[in-house]
């Protein structure tokens, strides 16, 4: 009895929060896109920076085909 009891607990207390879960979600991805964007950005630029500081090295080694 005291595990259906439990049971019934769990289930009324986890619902709204699935629900709650299931309503939250799409709110929270769009508001993380301009986040996501800006961390795109920013690893270009950091991409690019590599990109230009490892060039001498690489046109003096030849190992530009890798």
């Not at 939250?24 to 590599?50: D, M, N, Q």
Request: hydrophobic share 70%.
């Amino acid at each position: 009895m005291l595990l259906f009891l439990l049971w019934l607990l769990l289930a009324a207390i986890a619902w709204p929060l699935a629900l709650l879960a299931l309503i939250a979600y799409p709110i929270v991805w769009i508001l993380s896109i301009p986040f996501r964007i800006i961390g795109i950005s920013v690893r270009g630029v950091f991409e690019l920076l590599e990109a230009v500081v490892r060039f001498p090295a690489r046109v003096l080694t030849g190992s530009v085909g890798r």
